[in-house]
């Protein structure tokens, strides 16, 4: 099990911005991702990243495709999530996971934004978008 630590969130207007950091205490895992979970509602992907050996292209839930932006540090143990233009249906408490299982996605390997997937969790950072 890789120890993931979240960090990052908070309160946020309407069209503002977060950046929320995972760093993982080790590197056996390919992907790092992101799913939150709003209350009462079911956990869901939002973005995810490839940290193994080769190219590799982000994921992202269609919901914050062109707002949110997944990155990397030079370790690969660090994952960011970078979220623009947030809106008050972002709000969720927003989890790390980390995971092995990767897919060839044509033009690098993509870690799928499937719960499954993926065997660490975070304990979860809360981010609240509100007026």
């Known amino acids: 099990q890789v120890q993931l630590v979240e960090s990052g969130g908070g309160s946020v207007q309407p069209g503002g911005s977060l950046r929320l950091s995972c760093e993982a205490s080790d590197y056996l895992h390919n992907c790092l991702a992101w799913f939150r979970q709003p209350p009462g509602k079911e956990r869901e992907g939002v973005a995810s990243a490839y940290t193994g050996n080769g190219r590799g292209t982000p994921d992202y839930a269609d919901s914050v495709k062109g707002r949110f932006t997944v990155s990397l540090d030079n370790t690969k143990n660090t994952v960011y999530l970078h979220m623009n233009a947030l809106k008050p249906e972002d709000s969720a408490m927003y989890y790390c996971?980390?995971?092995?299982?990767?897919?060839?996605?044509?033009?690098?390997?993509?870690?799928?934004?499937?719960?499954?997937?993926?065997?660490?969790w975070g304990q979860g950072t809360q981010v609240t978008v509100s007026s």
């Open positions: 996971a980390a995971g092995q299982s990767r897919t060839w996605a044509g033009v690098g390997w993509k870690c799928i934004l499937s719960e499954g997937d993926f065997s660490s």
